[in-house]
């Protein structure tokens, strides 16, 4: 039996609480032992509390000394879009140069033009470029992400991805969740409707059948899929046993966060043009908001969600990077928290709880990961600062130290 002791954390940072998503003012409840220690037996978490007492139980454990730094649970990011290739610098500097996202999609840029590279890159090249961005996770102080297929939009090259991400679970630290994105954009080579028909009927029964989605997520916007065409693929996933997550309300408010309450979905992500209604819907349900203010961030908007009134509602928020070759290319979780405190007021401490054990609850592993209690998995993270704000205030450049999953330094 392998044991680790972690001691001496300025600050542990271990969110225990209760066994759900946490809202209102639980939000800014971090629950945080001052030189904090905890005790790790085959790589989960057997014991938490001040070092003097962890240490007089250590026995012949490896001693992690922390040495007056801050240790969080490891970050868990519950969008991302992971597998992809190449990049989109050309569409990066044409928006530096005043278009849009929309307008460089129909231009030929956009998403489609990421499909088109993914589905020339083999499989070996896709791995090793998903590989890479995992690596870039972990550095972060990600141990746990979300990540959707939606760069194929064929058969065989959306069951590619969902394989690729397969791989990252088992061959990397990181682990991943599996969502499938079929409904991400149009192909060129087909027409909405049936390419709508294309994944009710052989995507989505090969992906359950294959058992390579927990979710499915649909892009429902306008140019990509309406609501009735969303709802169609949404309905069909649920039917085959996947939950629900939703690309919803992120260009225009088209009533898709309406859509997720009405179909019981787990999330509705982005979120940056819901309204009142929107929100009155997802509290109805119990949607938790995925919010994501690096794709904001990206794109040059200033039109963040109002993750305020979100919070006021009693909503579970959970905060993500969207991480993609577009609208998001970060996979930097301290980056999102500190747009989160200064473009949407969140608190930081609302901002650790966002991205750690309700983000943890929104992919169904609230009880694995996302606090450091007894019994969890020992994932977490050490960070350069002596104080769990210092993460969102200082930014620009990384503060961690060291990252470990199952007790082990990655
Ligand atoms: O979440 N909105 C749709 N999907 C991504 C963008 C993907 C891309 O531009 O490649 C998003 O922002
Ligand atoms: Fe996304």
Redesign the pocket.
Known sequence: MKSVAVLHASQLVTLAGPPRPRVGDEMSDLAIIRDGGMLIRDGKIEKVGPSDEIEKQAGDAQVVDAKGRVVLPGFVDAHT?LVFAGN?LDDFERRAKGESYEQIAAAGG??WS?VEKTRAASDVDLFEQAKKHAQWFLKCGTTTVEAKSGYGLTVNDELEILRTIQRVTQETPLECVPTFLGA?AIPREHQTPEYVDLIVNEMLPRVAEDKLAEFCDV?C?RGYFDLEQSRKVLTAAKKLGLKLRM?AD?LTNSGAAKLAAELGATTAD?LEKTDERGIAAMKSANVQPVL?PG?VYALGSTCYPRAREMMEAGLAVVLAT?F?????PTPSMPMVLSLACTQMKMSPGETITASTINAAHSLGRGDKIGSLEAGKLANFAIFDCEDYRELAYWFGFSQTHSVYVRGERV
């Open positions: 879009h989109r956009g998403i990421t991400h892009f916007e690309h992120q982005h994501l794709s969207d993609n070759p577009g609208s998001a």
